[in-house]
């Protein structure tokens, strides 16, 4: 039933995964409450409800648009999933407003396969990487998946090289400029320290937490496996995967570069999808992707209870 629901692109999908992740959503913003007034937090945590509806919609269209997967709206569901086995990310405003800035980044790096428009797209890229990075500091990091993926398609033009760093120069001048009429210029000092966070760690602990490492370590086999398969496929997917695979590892270095309840984990969310579905889809028996999908709700449902009543 989930499998067959799922397997089609319709509206009624992206509105049963916006209820369902409305519910899950107040669920964890009723218990991180304690003695906080609702009148006062609400206005933001629906801002950040709205910003996660905007970035499953923005999945739902590049699954379409750049057909990273087959076309079926399970991109959008492992995404939300993840979401909610990993709650304690709803609790971190500047990784949702950063990963909704790198996730449209990636979107128009993807959207270079077609070799239309290429500085435009390097530009908007660029742009939204430096605009992420005012949310975390280590989202500069992206910039070298721009460069990669310059390389991949369009390195011979080297106009196309400089394009970022006029990405860069007009979000930081625009700021500096804001900055400056507001008299807080020492925001740049303090925002982009951009600290190693395991050089002072005393433990893995500190750095990552278990659900995390066994989270990194699942996506990275179910990508090596996606790649085995695809190794005999044309380049345009497998060139595709390669550039999600490159945003997942930054994701992850990303992760271990901050404290372990810093960490923006969410950020790694969408490649790890597109990932998962690609596996999915290998499995041809309507039993089995229904058990596969029933599994993992129930997996993904008791870590957000484990997480809220541990």
Same mark, same amino acid.
């Given at each position: 039933?989930?499998s067959? *629901?799922?397997?089609? #692109?319709?509206p009624?999908?992206?509105i049963v995964l @916006?209820?369902?992740?409305?519910l %899950?959503?107040?669920?964890h913003? %009723?218990f991180?409450?304690? &003695?906080?007034i609702?009148s006062e937090i609400? $206005?933001? &945590?629906?801002?950040?409800y709205?910003v996660m509806l /905007?970035t ?5 269209q590049?699954?379409k ?12 569901? +492992? %995404? !939300?999933?993840? !979401?909610?086995g990993f709650s304690e990310?709803?609790?971190?405003g500047?990784a949702?407003?950063?990963? %909704? +800035?790198?996730?449209?980044?990636l ?10 428009n290429v500085?435009?797209?390097i530009?908007d ?8 990075s005012?949310?975390?500091?280590? @989202? /500069?990091l992206f ?9 991949m398609?369009?390195r011979?033009?080297f106009?196309?090289?400089l394009?970022p760093f006029i990405g860069?120069?007009t979000?930081?001048?625009l700021v500096?400029t804001? /900055?400056?009429v ?5 925001? +740049?000092?303090?925002?982009y320290?951009?600290?190693i966070?395991f050089?002072?760690a #005393?433990s893995?602990?500190?750095i990552?937490?278990?659900? @995390?490492l +066994?989270?990194?370590?699942i ?6 496996l996606v ?5 005999n496929?044309g380049?345009?997917k497998?060139?595709?995967l390669?550039?999600?695979?490159l945003?997942f590892i930054?994701? !992850?270095i990303m992760?271990?570069?901050? $404290?372990v309840?810093?960490s923006?984990l969410?950020i #790694?969310f *969408? $490649?790890a999808?597109?990932?998962l579905?690609?596996? *999915?889809?290998e499995?041809k028996?309507a039993?089995?992707q &229904?058990a596969?999908?029933v599994g993992?709700?129930?997996?993904a449902?008791?870590l957000f #209870?484990?997480h809220h009543?541990g």
């Amino acid at each position: 039933m989930i499998s067959s *629901f799922f397997g089609k #692109t319709k509206p009624i999908n992206y509105i049963v995964l @916006a209820i369902f992740l409305f519910l %899950f959503f107040s669920i964890h913003v %009723f218990f991180g409450l304690n &003695e906080q007034i609702v009148s006062e937090i609400l $206005p933001l &945590e629906l801002f950040k409800y709205g910003v996660m509806l /905007l970035t499953v919609y923005v999945i739902n269209q590049i699954v379409k648009t750049e057909k990273v997967t087959d076309y079926n709206s399970y991109g959008m569901l +492992f %995404f !939300v999933l993840l !979401v909610i086995g990993f709650s304690e990310e709803l609790e971190m405003g500047t990784a949702i407003y950063a990963n %909704f +800035f790198l996730l449209l980044a990636l979107w128009r790096l993807l959207s270079l396969k077609s070799i239309r428009n290429v500085k435009h797209k390097i530009f908007d890229a660029s742009l939204l990487v430096a605009i992420a990075s005012l949310f975390y500091d280590w @989202a /500069l990091l992206f910039m070298v998946l721009v460069f990669v993926v310059i390389n991949m398609y369009d390195r011979k033009n080297f106009k196309n090289w400089l394009v970022p760093f006029i990405g860069l120069a007009t979000i930081f001048m625009l700021v500096f400029t804001w /900055l400056k009429v507001m008299g807080n210029l020492e925001f +740049f000092g303090e925002h982009y320290r951009f600290s190693i966070g395991f050089l002072n760690a #005393t433990s893995l602990a500190d750095i990552l937490n278990i659900k @995390a490492l +066994f989270f990194f370590i699942i996506v990275l086999l179910v990508a090596i496996l996606v790649f085995i398969r695809l190794r005999n496929v044309g380049g345009g997917k497998l060139l595709l995967l390669r550039i999600l695979f490159l945003a997942f590892i930054l994701g !992850v270095i990303m992760s271990l570069m901050t $404290p372990v309840n810093e960490s923006p984990l969410l950020i #790694t969310f *969408f $490649p790890a999808a597109v990932f998962l579905v690609n596996y *999915f889809e290998e499995i041809k028996k309507a039993n089995w992707q &229904e058990a596969v999908l029933v599994g993992c709700s129930l997996l993904a449902t008791l870590l957000f #209870t484990v997480h809220h009543l541990g």
